[in-house]
């Protein structure tokens, strides 16, 4: 069984390897290009400039060269790991910013989905299991509250009232443990209730699967039946998206960065396209490519192992 | 009164009451009964829960306000006064006024058709084409499969951002092109889970006999995949809805909102957020109005779940389910009663 | 198989909890005790009570004061375009004088001469230090200035240092015309420093220059990477940059070595925190997290107790700018030429009203020379010493449908639906969004104009649209500097915000007005000067393509325990020279 499932398992890696790379390729190329499209000079600024100093920045910068030289100094740098260097914030190294903002936005991404995954998971299994119940309205409730209320306004409360009111937590800045905690909450608020849905509807559809029914049959027990087949078969369908999700809270939310005075990596990536900070975006657009591309492998590999039926291929 | 007094034989049926039916007459291929299609179905359960016909109305209440509301107010929604600027509501004004003194009455519900007309085409649109898009890869698979997810993959890994700029650059900021930008946006998620889901029922048993009887892949797709995942689109559906209009609210909240002095309830909210403390209705009406539209929309979207699944008939329904533990609970009160 | 995928479980979960805990060094608490063990038990504590511990963080002993202001875009003195950078310029650098609320006094310069015809001047400079004990030498001043006109450089200040100072080819330098040895900018040894001008200035008195050293060497061995972080910035002032955590906070420690050490700047440790939502900075004032915010926003005025706001004017002139080229259009152009239209359009607004309302941190006017510009001598205000003639601030409806009549009838309509349709350029901003929509229907309910529309663009757009005349009527902000001659000048034929392409395309081009400027910024005389001045004004307000709107100001929330907290824009300074903190 382990052979047979280990030589294709080395040949599909490869592959994905091969085309990984070529995905890489694409979006920095779409990219870049896509970016120039964009109007605007990325260093107009408020202060009065005349267009001569304007055009003196530009050839500083090399911005002046044709569009394909420019795409091809950029691959060159970046085959060598090097990002180059922010237009608007001077003498920053985009690589410097993402090493420096990444783990912060990661820890707390990572932090809001080991929170909020299980918890999202067993608030939709309870739901699906008092279905009708008190159980399943009040999670409903929640739920509603989760959705209906957008990120901005919750966090600001939170951050109000337990924050300043009752002084339970501080209010901003990334010092401590205890300073990721409102943030982390607020993060995973979203997660919570999309996973509690989901998991909830996909329950109440296992549920009256064929195999299920034989599960109960053949006299499983309750929590058996709940654990190893209704769970698993519920959670299958919600791994397609877990890897760009992954990807996603590990870089960061503009919303919670600002509120909480975060100093992660969601914030670069508003500022630097509103300000056409080409390097910058570039170096972010890559490294997330690079991060969505790992985790949907890594995912893509579980999903086999987890559901038999589908096979990598 | 008469049959009151006839014995009873054999079990209770007088052989004298039967009468052989005149198979003549009869014609056996005569539909009694309408048939109940399957979107009749769907109509006759939605129409038996109460909450779902609580959400519907509250949501017709809203569209209605949206559409009337300012057609019927004293005031211009982009009609300034600055000598009465930031009021607090009251007769005059029932949701007050902003900073420039304009009504938030009529703003509100301008606002609120702007959100839920993005909502509605904003989150269906992109719906749409993932499905579409996802089945196909997923029915085909093979190369088509590979070449659509490598473009779902490079898409989403360019900030949309970007496009939605580009798109806003190029078309204006009127609502279509928050709209169209939404549908780039969002497309390729769906299209991701659509494809998922596909697979998980492409080697059915169901899909497959279909396949052997030689059934159209659009057909399979649409005849017997599409009802069995239907309660799960539903739902997602139904979170697009309130996704889109936060999208379009976070847009405006980084600068990229409709175009002035047109106006929507996410940048009335983002607008008002940042003085909560301040004027706190400011914030909490367009935030409440959005919260309510949200919160009717969600919930009508579990209740069509419900109603839309095929294999969850009647009797499994959350609402079949609660009318019959009140049931339950109502005979057993009676019994107790009695005894 | 079951077993498998207990054992992947689990190593996902440690994998998970792993990742977690070493992530744990991400925390930014920049202090500049120890690192590792000191986060440990900042930690601890905090958790056990952090009700207290937030408070105790930021000033137990009045040596520390934290506020919040926005951080800097660079550290390369060469680069920098923002008045951020020079908050933390101004705190990090020795200054040859260096400015408090407004007057230059004598840093490192010992004393100075200059000559009779008031173009060369010669600083002698006293013995100082870089924080890392290396010697200043005048070189490093001079460098400052040069490189800022190294056409080689990428700084987009040269041309600000030629109008405003003129020194000696540096015209000629900065287009690769001749030689660094040539320009009027010398180190004759390395204690004295010259400056020659090309011709007098009358609004340079030899003091109100900002000169920080800045070492050839380090630039050329940081390169690409000078400013970005505190290892790649030298220190010479009252403070060295410690900790720079991007988006998050600054800490400067005193330097010891400073020359004023002992006088100015006490406070031991300065801490800047970032907040960029203002819900947040608030609440952080509030609970004592901080002792100032530097910028408050307008909705937060009535929030925070009055005794702890301070008003500070800045210097900028908000106007709304025609093009009066109309984009090519000839309907256009005569429309936005017309000097009835503008003034319909001037006098429809009520500025007071609509300051007031959407905007009331800003101070409506009438006039560009609006306090605190100096007038004939350098305790009387100019709107005092010059009165103008203007639109009233409260605008005058009637006079302003009698102007647009004027225009309409000038330009052969014979009512305002027949105008060509306008666009209002502005940027994608919410205070910019308001006043633009404030602005269009005030115009539409006084005047009945509904030909304008609005068009929001982030800001690299709209200044890209704006500098190749691609807009109708564009919301402006100009600084207006310390001398008329700074606002006055923009506006020349030729002047920096007239030509912005620098192709001679001019919206604005008179020739008496010209020859005023011209006139005042050589004439020595002080009193002549401003009269010459008042005039120029006087042509710019009647004839000028602006409607003026307002100038801004800031309110900065100081706490009750902090004394002697300055900030002047004029100077690009947060000054925090004389600052105690009695806590």
């Not at chain 3, 744990?24 to 009570?49: M, P």
């Not at chain 3, 100019?382 to 102007?403: C, M, W």
Request: glycine share 8%.
């Amino acid at each position: 069984m382990v052979c047979k499932e280990l030589i294709p398992l080395k040949k599909y890696i490869l592959q994905r390897l091969v085309i990984s790379v070529i995905t890489l390729w694409l979006i920095v190329t779409v990219c870049f290009f896509l970016l120039r499209l964009l109007p605007g000079n990325p260093f107009a600024s408020t202060t009065i400039m005349t267009q001569e100093t304007l055009d003196r920045m530009m050839a500083y910068y090399g911005l002046d060269q044709p569009l394909w030289k420019q795409y091809l100094t950029y691959m060159g740098n970046l085959l060598q790991g090097n990002f180059g260097y922010s237009l608007k914030y001077a003498g920053r190294s985009v690589n410097y910013v993402i090493a420096s903002t990444f783990p912060v936005s990661a820890q707390l991404g990572f932090q809001a989905l080991v929170f909020g995954i299980p918890v999202g998971l067993l608030l939709g299994i309870l739901a699906a299991k008092f279905r009708g119940r008190a159980m399943d309205a009040g999670i409903n409730v929640f739920v509603i509250i989760c959705t209906a209320v957008p990120t901005f306004i919750i966090a600001a409360l939170l951050q109000f009232v337990l924050g300043l009111k009752l002084g339970l937590f501080p209010v901003a800045q990334w010092k401590s443990f205890s300073y990721t905690i409102l943030p982390t909450l607020c993060l995973s608020l979203g997660t919570i209730s999309g996973y509690a849905r989901s998991m909830r509807t996909l329950m109440l559809e296992v549920d009256r699967q064929d195999y299920l029914k034989t599960a109960k049959a053949k006299g499983l027990g309750n929590a058996r039946i709940v654990i190893f087949h209704q769970i698993r078969n519920a959670i299958i369908p919600m791994i397609t998206n877990l890897g760009t999700e992954i990807a996603g809270m590990l870089m960061g939310s503009y919303v919670i960065e600002k509120i909480f005075s975060i100093p992660g990596m969601g914030a670069y990536f508003v500022d630097s396209i509103q300000g056409l900070d080409y390097t910058m975006v570039m170096g972010l657009v890559i490294f997330q490519a690079v991060i969505v591309i790992v985790a949907n492998f890594i995912v893509d590999l579980l999903y086999g192992i987890i559901d038999p039926r589908i096979r990598v291929a | 009164m008469e049959k009151e007094k006839q014995p009873i034989v054999d079990g209770g049926i007088d052989p004298a009451l039967c009468r052989p039916v005149d198979r003549s007459k009869l014609d056996t291929d005569q539909i009694v009964r309408p048939s109940v299609s399957y979107w009749a179905g769907v109509w006759r359960r939605l129409k038996q829960d109460k909450l779902a016909i609580f959400c519907a109305l509250l949501l017709l209440v809203l569209i209605l306000l949206a559409i009337f509301a300012p057609i019927f107010s004293p005031y211009q929604y982009d009609q300034t006064d600055l000598l009465s600027s930031n009021l607090s509501p009251s007769a005059e004004h029932w949701f007050g006024t902003d900073s420039a003194g304009r009504d938030m009455w009529t703003r509100v519900w301008v606002g609120a058709r702007v959100s839920l007309a993005v909502g509605f085409i904003g989150a269906i649109l992109p719906f749409l084409i993932g499905m579409f898009v996802g089945s196909i890869a997923g029915w085909f698979g093979g190369w088509i499969d590979m070449l659509i997810m490598r473009i779902i993959d490079i898409g989403l890994c360019i900030p949309s951002m970007i496009y939605v700029i580009l798109i806003l650059v190029y078309l204006g900021g009127g609502p279509q092109a928050i709209i169209i930008a939404l549908a780039v946006m969002n497309w390729m998620g769906p299209a991701r889970g659509y494809r998922g889901r596909i697979l998980q029922f492409k080697n059915r048993e169901f899909t497959l006999a279909a396949e052997t009887l030689g059934a159209s892949p659009m057909r399979i797709i649409y005849r017997h995949i599409l009802p069995n995942i239907l309660g799960n689109i539903v739902v997602s559906l139904t979170s697009f809805v309130p996704a889109a209009i936060f999208m379009e609210a976070s847009l405006a909240f980084i600068g990229l909102g409709i175009a002035p002095p047109m106006t929507s309830l996410g940048q009335l909210a983002s607008d008002g957020a940042g003085m909560y403390r301040t004027h706190f209705y400011q914030f909490a009406i367009p935030s409440l109005v959005i919260s309510l539209i949200i919160f009717a929309f969600f919930m009508l979207g579990n209740c069509m779940r419900d109603a839309l699944d095929p294999q969850l008939r009647d009797e499994m329904s959350t609402s079949a389910l609660r009318r019959r533990r009140r049931q339950e609970q109502l005979q057993k009160k009676q019994k107790g009663a009695a005894k | 198989m079951t077993n498998r995928k207990k054992w992947l479980t689990l190593g996902i979960t440690v994998a998970m909890a792993l990742s977690v805990l070493s992530s744990c060094g991400t925390y930014s608490d920049g202090s500049t005790l120890s690192d590792s063990g000191e986060s440990a038990s900042e930690s601890g504590s905090s958790t056990a009570s952090s009700g207290e511990s937030s408070e105790g963080t930021s000033s137990g002993t009045g040596d520390t004061f934290t506020f919040i202001a926005t951080q800097p875009n660079t550290l390369n003195m060469i680069q920098s375009q923002s008045n951020l950078d020079n908050y933390c310029f101004y705190l990090t650098q020795e200054m040859l004088f260096r400015p408090y609320d407004g007057v230059y006094t004598a840093e490192v310069v010992d004393d100075w001469e200059v000559d009779e015809t008031n173009t060369v001047y010669t600083y002698h400079l006293k013995e100082t230090n870089w924080s890392d004990g290396t010697p200043i030498t005048a070189d490093d001043f001079a460098y400052y200035l040069l490189a800022q006109l190294d056409p080689n450089m990428g700084s987009a200040n040269a041309s600000t240092l030629i109008t405003n100072y003129g020194f000696l080819n540096a015209q000629a330098y900065y287009n690769g015309e001749c030689d660094v040895s040539e320009v009027g900018i010398k180190a004759l040894d390395d204690y004295t420093l010259q400056l020659t001008l090309e011709k007098p200035v009358a609004d340079f008195d030899g003091t109100n220059i900002n000169v920080y050293p800045l070492d050839a060497d380090f630039v050329a061995e940081q390169g690409e990477a000078l400013g970005g972080t505190p290892e790649n910035y030298m220190c010479s002032g009252p403070y060295v940059l410690t900790d720079w955590t991007y988006g998050s906070s600054l800490t400067y420690e005193k330097n010891d070595q400073w020359l004023l050490a002992d006088e100015q700047f006490q406070v031991q440790t300065l801490k800047m925190l970032e907040a960029s939502d203002m819900n947040t900075s608030v609440s952080m004032f509030e609970s004592g997290e901080v002792d100032m915010i530097l910028t408050v926003d307008n909705d937060y005025l009535d929030i925070l107790p009055e005794d702890c706001l301070q008003y500070f004017p800045f210097n900028a002139i908000k106007a709304v700018q025609f093009n009066t080229l109309g984009q090519g259009d000839a309907e256009k152009a005569a429309l936005l030429s017309n000097e009835n239209f503008r003034y319909a359009l001037s006098y429809a607004l009520n500025r007071e009203a609509i300051v007031a309302a959407v905007s009331p941190t800003d101070t409506p006017i009438n006039r560009y020379m609006i306090a605190p510009m100096t007038g004939n001598t350098p305790e009387s205000l100019f709107e005092d010493d010059y009165p103008v003639e203007s639109v009233p601030l409260s605008g005058d409806a009637d006079q302003a449908k009698t102007y647009l009549q004027a225009a309409l009838d000038e330009l052969g309509y014979t009512s305002v639906d027949e105008l060509p349709e306008l666009s209002y350029l502005t940027f994608e901003n919410d205070n910019y969004r308001l006043m633009a929509e404030t602005l269009v229907d005030q115009w539409n309910q006084v005047l009945g104009l509904d030909n304008i529309s609005i068009e929001l663009k982030p800001i690299p757009d709209a200044i890209q649209s704006m500098m190749s005349y691609q807009y109708d009527l564009y919301y402006t902000s100009l600084g207006g500097g310390t001398a008329p001659s700074t606002f006055l000048n923009y506006w020349i034929t030729g002047g920096s915000a007239n030509d912005v392409a620098a192709n001679g395309t001019n919206i604005f081009s008179n020739a008496d007005y010209d020859a005023l400027v011209s006139e005042a910024t050589s004439t020595m005389d002080r009193e002549t000067r401003m009269g010459l001045y008042a005039q120029a004004e006087q042509i710019l307000i009647d004839e000028g393509p602006l409607v003026m709107i307002s100038t801004s100001g800031i309110y900065s929330a100081v706490a009750d325990y902090v004394d002697g907290f300055m900030y002047n824009s004029n100077d690009n300074a947060i000054e925090l020279n004389y600052l105690t903190v009695n806590k």
